[in-house]
């Protein structure tokens, strides 16, 4: 309801006075200010949940690509065709152990290589099995993967070159053979039927996508060459991918080049033939996924600003009531003497007050949301102040842009006309 002014007072009233008045009045229609504010609150904790838990995803993979080792560039093997189709990568034999050791000799930029060999299998622990994924690999690959026991140890030098049968398990692999606090150090496995020693548990990598990197088990590779998969290259020992490491980010694109000339000479590829194996660089995925994740965050927050819009043209309709319905109070107040700015400033600042205090509601359930989301989905929490800022910058807009019309039809009414309203 519109507070009428003495005469002294009709010409220039306090902003404090106007604000007291804009809440007064608003605070008399509850339920009309609180379906108004709905559309800006909605539209405010979309950008900034929505914002947040882009980030949060983003930041969660470059998290998981560090853990599994940064500035690493992987050699996958070639693949197999039969007839016109062609299988996945590392489905044919193109790349060998003694590949792997000459891009150690011969590439100067790669610090640390190492080669493996993966295949699937079935291990069984007394009363318990599963299915897994077998690593066969060097000493190097902890270094090249950050993948390190928490427990016991990785196999040694002379394990790996006597073929021995000894394991270390993923943490996956120990709940679901030994149960959750297992001690499965010590114990013997079997992997298609054959028994191996496990010596130690690596420390948890969590999920990539789809792929859990802590259901697998590592055996040294010369004996998963011999006892699994067979040693199936024409010359050496044949392995499913090589990876390279180097500690300065700089130096990737020089190993890759130097490796990619590497592997054609040893394998006598020249122009125009194809290349029968593939190199992937951790930096371009990440960067890759980064800008698909950016990209959608910008649509999708694009979509919640046009319901920041909705909210405006919300806010805009109950104002345009609000004026008809106040006809007769505003008259009254212009015929004692209040002028047409006093009317407009009271208007505009209850559209103000509107979208400021449900830009705040709405950032705070924004926050909330994103902090449920990265919770349960477990990703990090991250707020950006940007996304904080600019929602709160659009919820203001917003009413100001809404509460002109309609403070501007009410400043205009002729007070005759305003009193005869019924």
Known sequence: MLKVFKKKDTRTVPFLEILSMAVETLWSNKLRTGLTMLGVIIGIASVIAITSVGQGVQKSVEQQIQALGSNVIQVLAGAARSGNVRQGLGSTSTLTWEDAKAIAGQAPSAEIVSAYLQRNAQVVYAGENTSTTIYGTDLNYPDARNTYPQEGRFFTQEELDS?????????????????????????????????????????????????????????????MSKRLVGNNALTGVSVSGILIK????????????????????????????????????????????????????ILVVAIAGISLVVGGIGIANIMLVSVVERTREIGIRKAVGATNSAILNQFLAEAIVISIVGGCIGMGTGILLAFAASTIFKFPFV??????????????????????????NAAKLDPINALRSD
Do not use: M
């Open 163 to 223: 073929s021995a049968q000894v394991a270390v398990l993923g943490p996956t692999v120990q709940r679901t053979l030994f149960g959750r606090g297992g001690k499965p150090i010590g114990e013997k496995i079997r992997i298609q039927g054959e028994a191996y020693e496990v010596i130690g548990i690596t420390e948890a990598k969590g999920s990539q996508g789809p792929v859990d990197r802590d259901d697998q088990i590592f055996i040294p590779l010369t004996t």
């Open 246 to 297: 180097s500690n300065n980010p700089e130096q990737l694109e020089a190993a890759q080049f130097q490796v990619t000339n590497i592997l054609r000479l040893r394998h006598e590829i020249y122009p125009p033939q194809a290349d029968d194996f593939r190199l992937t660089n951790q930096a371009d995925i990440v960067s890759t996924f980064t800008n698909v994740v950016g990209l959608f965050t």
């Open 383 to 408: 707020i950006s102040i940007i996304s904080v800022i600019v929602g709160f910058g659009l919820s203001l807009t917003v009413g100001l842009i809404a509460g002109v019309i309609p403070a501007r």
